[in-house]
């Protein structure tokens, strides 16, 4: 008998004419691709943007669901309000002080994720061929929705201070000649997910300075400000602007469980409206259950004291890829060094394409990460790889590195039998019209150089200052 999830050329031709047009610009996750992947036990993911679940104690689990089992048992169970209930939104409130915000509980929808913010804003604000601008590289998972609602996508390139604003504007400019308004810019301003790195203070500022002076809208994703292992905290674009043009995005996934699937958006009240009718038609609410876990959770008065456990934990966690890649990784390769969150975003050379590298660090050596290509609506970021270091042990995450260095060491000496250059690959300059420094190191181009370019790394130095 034909497995039941196989498909003939017949069958897809039968429902082909019934797909709505906005299903050909859909686009799968990567990270949803890898799950089934990663979740083997004999595969050690470097890929997903997973918390450490196993770090929140069992016994504090139990004891507030059996709270919940015996003192609201029948609210849990039963439908809530599209908005949340004004107990989590005070939770939420907490959460945004710490970073030196003042949100009024009316101003925010608690949502399912903070997936689903993105989602809802996009679903509100975007007509098929709008413009929504964001950064180069962007949350991987931000691309497919983006896609589904058929946006244009204009992305704007970073360097190690985050998006580069003189850019943005130079596309805004661009823009308004050619009669086309932004519906909103996303950004992930703190630790940014894939790069690691922090917009710069300078750079907050104006953005929120060009959102007044072009009533253009910012929504601000920030699962990761609480995350931070080093260094001052900056600003949030929101405190920064007041609420008036960004959008905030929260999400309790990073801080407390994903399992949850709890986050936040606080908006203007006439985009919250249409937000909210725009939530009804979608789950109608927000799980019950797991709203009031929340609120229990935060009675006990604990969960800052956790988030402090967790940054030490990830600290050291960063700390042992940082080593591991200086020590695994080639000369040529470069790599983010973030002050907080859970990602380091590494460029190899141009002739490696980390698509077939995944295949085979996959296959031979049962290793993962992200493309980099995840992160680009334009086929760009062949050559480069988000990694992730807060899901697993640091002796996984040295060996993981260990596994993915030996695949890119076979991979340079097959681009070496091939061309004949060097097997350190710095002589791949002559394929790409890339010279070399006085120490043989490649220099800089316009492919290697997508994201962020460090200075390079002196032959004795393993881990450089990691500041945001």
Known sequence: MRDRHQTTSHEIERYAALFAKR???????AMRDLMAITARPDVISLAGGLPDTSTFPPE????ITDKIAYESCASALQYGPTEGFEDTKRCIAKVMAEEGMRADPDDMIVTTGGQQV????????????????????????AVPTFQSYEADVVQIEMDSDGMRIDLLEQTLDRLEVEGRRPKFVYTVPTFQNPAGVTLSAPRRQRLVEIARERELLVLEDNPYGLLRYEGEPLPPLRSLDGGVYV???GTFSKILSPGIRLGWVVAPAPV?????LGKQAVDLCTSSLTQQLVSAYFAEGRWLAYVQDL?????RRRDAMLDALAEFFPQEAE????????FIWATLPDFIDTEDLLAKAIQQESVAFVPGSAAYVDGRGGSSMRLNFSAVSEDDIVEGIRRIGKVIDEQISLYSTFTGKKEDGRAASSSTGRGQDERGALLPN?????VVRLPRRPDDTKRGASGS
Do not use: H
């Open 118 to 141: 993105i989602d809802l804003v996009t679903k509100t604000l975007v007509d098929p061929g709008d413009v929504v601008v964001c950064e180069a590289p962007t949350y991987p998972g």
């Open 311 to 315: 940054c030490g934990i990830y600290r």
């Open 60 to 63: 504090t689990f139990a004891a």
């Open 247 to 249: 959008l905030y995005l």
């Open 272 to 276: 919250l409206a249409k937000i909210n």
């Open 335 to 342: 790599w983010t060094q973030p002050g907080g969150g859970l």
């Open 23 to 29: 299903t050909r610009q859909m686009r799968s996750s």
């Open 446 to 450: 316009d492919r290697l150089a997508d």
